[in-house]
């Protein structure tokens, strides 16, 4: 039944009638013709009325008078115009689960608002013979959100739904010689945009190409290449009868529906893509495609691309640019691969709706594996229990398989493509079913995915989305997961390849506990069948450009938002790479170099494991380094050669006869020679140790002086002390006295998810972390010592920290003034919330901004994050420390410090650490002020650089969407120690 439209006059019932479409043409490939084809991209007219109601009178009359129309580029989505500025389209919206608009309940009928936000475009082209003369022409949108109708030279050609795919009307009666006026209305609200639940800014507009494509008589329309791979080449082209098939490289010449075997070609895979240029000929047109020899198999309960299994080393990726949204140029397509193949990822699902059709043509030619994702989410009907949902209500089916279709029909020859996904979030339902059915009878050279088969009843492999780390065990151990509601492992899905659709959540600083996962779930041995890796949750952070930095959902006035769910991405909004793709490339990376520093002699001190799956190593080659304090003594190559796919090298690097204690072992892998995604040098993989000298020299001093009362506190070498026993000058530089510090400003992974169990960050204010008292219980003199203990709690609250400082001023060897600092911590009481660190800040000139210090570095890292530092000298600036995270949050954390100093023209600090090592972090403002900023903008230095040094800290996670840390990781009270020697500089 059509809804809306006996009640409104003039409303157009296509908006909301459950069919799909009404014109185009039956789906087909995107082909690389020589027939003519014209890029109607540019500046078109354009005026947005608020309802559909509302269009002009006669705009779509070529004669029409536009004057009032303004211009718009297309593609664009509208509402990226200006949006932190005058917005004359409106302004973007992010929600996540929720529906923009009221949502139907299941017995009605499906409305949507008359308020419905309508773009009139218009736009005038010339055509010349080579069109006119044309057998067919065809007018082609590759994407518009979410609903278009569509008129050429004032004949109404149809329209079409769903947003991400293409459509196609047959203008060949419409179009003429000379000048022609494409009229367009876009709405924002139709049935469709109950499919469209995506978790991502809402946006509208002809948003992807528009092309008017002439077809000749005796034409290529459409081609389904099957180009597999069993230890040789078999080419079929499905196409028009006749049609001449060549390759030149490897001498074929064949002819459409025609199985050939081709013996000299090599096979295609996302390590090694090789692909052959092919032509299709007619009489009238020649297509090129490019084809890659590769098969795909579920074999017992793997996956295998040419008999080989494959792991997914994978990202969730959304189309996404800070400044034009979801439309997307070919140098930003071409950035986002070049950036994941540089940084080890080999798998893309594409979430969750089809790219722009040229980014399929990179995946083929960078070389990736591709989950290739319909666009299809009805996540917001979750909050009626799933009821009314449209993959379990007949009167959609139709809708769902339109979009299955024209996803597999525009998509099917790449051979980068190895799975088709139905969709995601969308529950479960005979739709689903109906989808997956058609895939496999069509495509069946894929497999087929798709997370919300529960019952694991439909598809070929087995998904899931941020599964804790006891799930993943057990699905590699065959146990039954526990707490799981019904138990895995007990139906169909036993015999499935396993992949996590979603997993590390990237919001904020994290994800976490990559290098857990890794170990569980990508295989480091190679033979355990089943586990295929995952894709991480998600690639960018979609923040919108302001000028002045990134917003995210609520900064544009939604009445309701998800936030900053939306930044969430291992690269940030303009793509520079977060910490957290340098972990992923460090522990998911398939090239793996593992040093043990204590066994260079034994000549087996370091391993390289070719963790691919098809390629050896030649193309990389592997140098050491023996690094004294940041100073390279030694270099050399190790002799690794082309090892082969799964295969380990143990070798050694030479151990200096006089190890020091700031020695180190670097070893990396470049590559030797360009490749489309990297230059020659580029460093795939990079590990380092330390070397432990013989026996430890530890730093030679001598107590200078003894704690010396004055009317004021105490003196004690170049520190005073105040009455209350606190370190308040240094050297004649007034310090912010040191406390103990429990606190980190929340993480976006310390907030709430609904996975979690607890809302880490809300206990952890709770338990007033971030407004602890700290109160002096003694201040006494103990023969060379000063030994002052505080009290450190919350109001409110009894459960305290005692901490002993145990000041001693001394003099170094060289001649170095300064003190040392014993400081012991004890908890007392229970405390009921994880800590985000045991350590203290204290709050040094401004000026101090230099910093130098040997341990992890250069890059922020934290205990389950640390995989990409690397142990070494590091040099820096206070203001580079800082991950300008688009939500600020707690960041720069640097561990393993044996050695650190601030510095400015007037002095400085240098902190050795005598025990274990401890954290440090410096800012220009304090945690406090991160916490309280919401934007990047917000963060001013407030006249003091502070200095925070951990003797432990809070693991990141990924509990914005996933799993608590893992027990052992989370950090709670317990008692410390501390021993540091300050010395000044
Ligand atoms: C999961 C969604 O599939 C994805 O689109 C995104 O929203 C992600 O969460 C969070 O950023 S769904 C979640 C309920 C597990």
Not at 644 to 663: I, K
Request: with cysteine; aromatic share 8%; glycine share 8%.
């Amino acid at each position: 039944m059509v809804a809306n439209a006996d009640t409104a006059h003039g409303y157009d019932d296509a908006l909301t009638n459950l069919i799909p479409w009404d014109g185009p043409i039956a789906p087909r490939a995107h082909l690389h013709t020589d027939a003519p084809a014209l890029d109607l991209s540019g500046t078109w007219r354009f005026r947005l009325v608020d309802s559909p109601h509302e269009t002009p009178e006669g705009f779509t009359d070529p004669e029409f008078d536009d004057r009032d129309f303004v211009d718009l580029a297309v593609p664009s989505c509208w509402q990226m115009t200006d949006p932190a500025g005058d917005a004359p389209f409106g302004r973007p919206a992010y929600l996540n689960v929720n529906y923009p608009i009221p949502v139907p309940a299941p017995d009605e009928d499906v409305v949507v608002p008359d308020e419905n936000p309508t773009g009139c475009y218009r736009h005038t082209f010339d055509v010349g013979s080579d069109f006119t003369d044309a057998e067919r022409v065809l007018l082609r949108f590759e994407g518009v959100d979410s609903f278009a109708r569509v008129w050429l030279n004032g004949t109404e050609l149809g329209w079409t739904k769903g947003s991400r795919l293409t459509a196609e009307f047959d203008v060949t009666a419409h179009v003429r010689p000379g000048r022609n006026v494409l009229a367009v209305a876009v709405s924002q609200w139709s049935d469709g945009t109950f499919l469209e639940d995506q978790d991502m800014w809402r946006m509208s507009g002809i948003f992807r190409e528009v092309t008017l494509l002439a077809r000749p008589h005796d034409g290529i329309d459409d081609l389904f290449v099957h180009a597999s791979w069993d230890d040789g080449a078999t080419l079929l082209i499905d196409g028009p009868e006749g049609a001449t098939v060549t390759i030149p490289e490897l001498d074929v010449t064949t002819s459409c529906n025609t199985t050939v075997t081709i013996p000299n070609a090599q096979p295609w895979t996302a390590e090694t893509p090789k692909l052959y240029d092919a032509t299709v000929s007619t009489s009238t047109e020649t297509v090129t495609v490019r084809i890659g020899f590769r098969t795909v198999a579920i074999d017992a309960d793997n996956i295998v691309v040419n008999g080989e299994k494959i792991i997914f080393r994978g990202v969730n990726r959304h189309e996404w640019h800070p400044r034009t949204g979801r439309t997307l140029d070919e140098e930003t397509m071409r950035a986002d691969l070049e950036l994941m193949k540089r940084h080890g990822i080999n798998a893309i699902r594409t979430s969750h709706y089809p790219p722009n059709a040229r980014f399929l043509d990179l995946c083929d030619e960078y070389g990736v594996w591709v989950l290739l994702e319909c666009d299809l989410e009805t996540h917001g009907f979750e909050w009626s229990d799933w009821k009314g949902n449209p993959t379990g209500d007949d009167r959609w089916y139709d809708c769902l398989l339109n979009r299955i279709q024209r996803t597999v029909e525009r998509d099917k020859n790449h051979p980068a493509i190895i799975g088709w996904s139905m969709g995601n979030e969308s529950h479960t339902g005979e739709g689903i079913r109906l989808m997956n059915e058609w895939v496999k009878h069509r495509d069946p050279s894929r497999f087929t995915h798709y997370e919300g088969d529960y019952a694991h009843a439909i598809c070929d492999v087995w998904s899931i989305m941020y599964p804790a780390m006891e799930w993943v065990e057990a699905v590699r151990d065959r146990t039954v997961m526990p707490g799981a509601d019904p138990a895995p492992q007990t139906g169909r899905e036993r015999g499935l390849p396993f992949l996590m659709c979603e997993f590390a959540h990237a919001m904020g600083n994290g994800p976490g506990e990559l290098a857990d996962y890794e170990e569980r779930c990508f295989d480091p041995h190679f033979h355990r069948d089943r586990m295929h890796g995952g894709f991480v949750w998600e690639w960018i952070d979609h923040g919108i450009d302001t000028g002045r930095g990134y917003a995210y959902g609520g900064d544009f006035g939604e009445p309701l938002h998800d936030s900053n769910f939306v930044c969430d991405g291992l690269v940030m909004p303009d793509r520079t790479p977060s910490p957290g793709l340098l972990e992923f490339a460090a522990t998911m990376g398939a090239v793996r170099i593992e040093i043990d520093g204590d066994h260079q002699h034994d000549g087996n001190g370091v391993t390289v494991i070719n963790r691919r799956d098809f390629a050896d190593l030649s193309d990389l080659e592997f140098r050491w380094q023996i690094l004294d304090d940041g100073e390279c003594v030694q270099a050399g190559m190790l002799d690794v050669g082309a090892l082969a796919a799964h295969h380990t090298w143990t070798g050694t690097v030479p151990r200096p006869d006089d190890v020091t204690d700031r020695m180190v072992v670097v070893v990396d892998a470049r590559l030797i020679d360009d490749t489309i995604w990297a230059p020659a040098g580029h460093v795939v993989a990079r590990t380092s140790a330390l070397l432990t000298p013989p026996s430890r020299p530890s730093l030679h001093v001598s107590t200078s002086s003894q704690p010396r009362r004055d009317g004021h506190g105490w003196s004690l070498g170049p520190a005073h002390f105040d009455r209350r026993g606190r370190l308040v000058t240094w050297g004649g530089a007034d310090l912010v006295a040191p406390v103990l510090d429990l606190f980190r400003a929340p993480i976006d992974n310390d907030r709430a998810s609904s996975l979690a169990r607890d809302n880490i960050g809300d206990v952890a204010l709770a338990a007033g972390l971030n407004r602890l008292v700290h109160t002096t219980t003694s201040v006494r003199q103990d023969g060379d010592d000063l030994v002052v203990v505080t009290r450190s709690a919350a109001a409110a609250a009894s459960n305290s920290m005692l901490a002993t400082w145990t000041w001693r001023a001394i003099r170094t060897d060289d001649g170095s003034e300064g003190i040392h600092l014993g400081l012991h911590v004890d908890p007392r009481g229970h405390w009921p919330a994880m800590l985000g660190r045991i350590g203290v800040t204290m709050g040094l000139p401004a000026e101090w901004t230099n910093v130098s210090w040997f341990g992890l570095g250069p890059t922020e890292n934290y205990p389950d994050s640390q995989r990409a530092a690397i142990w070494g000298r590091w040099n820096s600036t206070v203001a580079d420390l800082q991950t300008p995270y688009v939500m600020p949050q707690e960041n720069g954390l640097r561990q393993g410090i044996h050695e650190l100093t601030l510095s400015g023209p007037d002095g400085g600090l240098r902190l050795i650490a005598d025990g274990s090592k401890p954290a440090f972090a410096a800012r220009p403002w304090t945690s406090q002020a991160l916490m309280d900023a919401t934007h990047t903008w917000q963060l001013e230095p407030d006249g003091h650089t502070w200095l925070t040094v951990d003797a432990i800290s809070a693991p990141l996670g990924s509990t914005s969407c996933g799993p608590m840390p893992i027990m052992s990781h989370r950090l709670y009270a317990q008692p410390v120690d501390l021993s540091l020697t300050l010395l000044l500089v």
